[in-house]
């Protein structure tokens, strides 16, 4: 039984091809290749021998399967393609493979940012229709606009305004909330809810932040505070949101 089972294994390389790419041994690659392996053979979740190396940073390995004709546009199960595994996949950006493969067309986004006062329910400080007033003195939706280009790289993503061809568009709705909590002051909290289309597509749906269960609340005790605290927790956030975003781009092609 164990010699049909080594006889099969040779018969068939590109099983050990896709084991020899993930593990980067660009000699063993070498040789299943020449004995017949298929470049583009795929393993249960779609992923062929290019993607599996770049998505374990094997940059010889990837180098020596592009020479030999292998895909880079070719996609899993899941929509990544090799560049995405190596850029998203893992904990940390391969860069030596990232400059190997070619990167993406940067996809043209038109951002649509804006902030609602749904939560401002009630203030210990001030009335409450001179809540939304005080709140547009904060330009929330400058800040987080602000730290969204500053956090952007790659190329990955061209903004552009309105009324210029756009390949996407993404909406951000900045919720601060605010209710007056006697003798201590008032509980702030925050959300950020953030919808991308392309092309008619929903491609994701997802709130950052929150302030329920204890999560992104704090009790401010004057409205000077508003300002710093709802700024201090949008920085942290726009790096998720903008990552979160790439990936869903990168993950649906053109």
């Not at 996407?168 to 209710?179: S, T």
């Not at 201090?232 to 092609?253: C, F, H, M, N, Q």
């Amino acid at each position: 039984m164990l010699t049909v089972l080594l006889w099969l294994a040779w018969a068939d390389p590109s099983g050990q091809l896709l084991s020899a790419a993930a593990s980067g041994k660009t000699a063993e690659v070498e040789a299943l290749l020449a004995r017949g392996a298929q470049i583009e053979a795929a393993d249960k979740d779609g992923r062929t021998p290019l993607m599996l190396a770049a998505g374990h940073n094997r940059a010889a390995a990837v180098k020596l399967l592009l020479s030999k004709g292998a895909n880079p546009e070719a996609r899993d199960r899941q929509g990544w393609t090799a560049y995405g595994l190596a850029l998203l996949a893992g904990h940390s950006p391969h860069e030596d493979v990232l400059q190997l493969l070619p990167q993406p067309a940067p996809v043209r986004l038109l951002v649509e940012s804006r902030w609602v006062p749904l939560k401002l329910s009630s203030s210990c400080f001030m009335p409450g229709p001179e809540l939304e007033p005080e709140f547009e003195k904060l330009h929330l939706v400058r800040f987080l606009t602000g730290e969204l280009l500053a956090v952007a790289g790659r190329k990955l993503v061209e903004f552009v305004e309105a009324g210029q061809p756009a390949d996407a568009q993404l909406r951000i709705e900045i919720q601060p909330g605010v209710a007056c909590q006697a003798q201590t002051g008032d509980r702030l909290t925050l959300a950020i809810e953030v919808q991308l289309t392309r092309g008619g597509r929903a491609l994701l749906n997802r709130s950052f932040g929150g302030g329920f269960k204890g999560l992104r609340t704090q009790t401010a005790t004057s409205p000077a505070q508003y300002g710093p605290v709802f700024e201090a927790w949008i920085k942290p956030t726009v790096a998720p949101i903008y990552w979160a975003v790439v990936e869903a781009l990168l993950r649906s092609g053109p």
